[in-house]
């Protein structure tokens, strides 16, 4: 007996066509869910729409996660597998770059600050209380740290002004002083008046008279390799509270020589070979060979100038000068530091009305110097710096601050 196969309807079904003569699967007009994954995903691309995860036989709800590529510059060898990592987000997986050892440091960069000394705080901190300074006194610690700093190979102030009285003596001996009290190595004030300068008047004299041409007339001697730093004390005269030393002008009574250029040269030289900082005095002629030869060895320029227009004049003109020449001695000009002091020629008799006036016309000075320079520093009336030997702890206490700011000013242009 032959077995009758029966005739299903969906033998029928896809051979069947609809009226365009097309082949027509009678499921379509029905759910989606019936039909096969991949025939789905044909009709879909067939019809332009793309394919939802859901249509295209995924379970998942999300997508599924994107491929992590190694980052640049890391290792791209083999990973561990999905069981080795452990569970992985399916969404935001991003790559992870390690890090250069480089690139950190364990070391704590900042530095915790001392106590208070001054003031109602350095009072409380006395007594127990740590109380952290004002910012006053951190401003003063910032500028005591500039002015002890040690930089590579000497450093040469030249402090000038064309006209006398302006207060040029006691900026030299300021400076100097501050600069050695606080440890920014051996410094010399040197007085290069072409002539004789006022510098060793207005500081201590050693056991001797010798002068820069002295120092000059041996200077092979100084220079030797055999000679060292006590071998100075014969030309020298050192400042024993202000720790500095100085180095006096030629004081011949006669006044028959001129320093010259080449003297300067060979006197700083050794004065370089001794000390780290050379602040030098200097003469009203800024024609003089020695001045010129100063101005070519400074690293810093110094304007002092006291509260009278003849003296900002003065310090004007000699600003414009050494602009004028250009180079070397035009960016001196443009980076110095003006000394602005609140004193006249009226010295120790200073009434409150004279004073007033004086501070009046500092203003004017200050102001008018602050676009030219680098820096502008004002230093108050102080009856210690007017008349006799020059000391930093006879200054009050106002004035010593601002010779320190001074002092930070010029190191800052080191």
Known sequence: MTRQVPDFPAADAATRTNDAGERSDPDTTGTDEFQPPSRRLRRQQNDGEPASPREAGYLQTSPPPAEVKPAAGTDSGP????????????????????????????????????????????????????????????????????????????????????????????????????????????????????????????????????????????????????????????????????KFDVLRSDENEEGDHEVTAEEVDIAHRVACKYYRLIVMDSGNTSRSANWRRMIDHTNQLVVPVTAMEDRAEA????????????????????????????????????????????????????????????????IPYDPALVNGPIRFNALQPETQRAWLRAAAAVARGF
Not at 318 to 329: I, N
Not at 370 to 377: A, L, Q, T
Request: no cysteine.
């Open 79 to 242: 990973r561990a597998t999905d069981a080795e990592q452990g569970p992985q987000p399916q969404e935001g997986v991003q790559a992870r770059r390690r890090r250069d050892l480089r690139e950190t440091s364990f070391l704590v960069t900042g530095s915790a600050k001392e106590p208070a000394t001054k003031g109602w705080r350095g009072v409380l901190a006395k007594m127990g209380v740590r109380v952290e300074p004002s910012k006053e006194e951190l401003a003063e610690r910032a500028d005591i740290q500039l002015v002890s700093q040690h930089w590579p190979g000497p450093r040469t102030v030249a402090v000038v002004n064309r006209k006398g009285g302006a207060n040029k003596t006691p900026t030299v001996v300021m400076l100097s002083a501050i600069l050695a009290r606080y440890g920014g190595g051996p410094v010399l004030a040197w007085d290069n008046n072409e002539s004789q300068g006022t510098l060793g008047w207005r500081t201590e004299q050693g056991p001797h008279a010798s002068s820069v041409l002295d120092l000059v007339d041996s200077s092979s001697k100084l220079l030797s390799p055999e000679s060292n730093a006590a071998d100075l004390a014969h030309y020298v005269h050192h400042q024993a509270a202000d």
């Open 315 to 378: 310090a004007r003109l000699t600003l414009q000068t050494l602009a004028a020449r250009g180079d070397h001695e035009a960016e001196l000009a443009r980076n110095a530091v003006v000394i602005v002091s609140e004193s006249t020629d009226a010295g120790r008799g200073m009434t409150g009305e004279t004073r007033k006036r004086a501070k009046i016309e500092a203003d004017r000075i200050e102001t008018g110097f602050r676009e030219f320079v680098r820096e502008v520093v004002r």
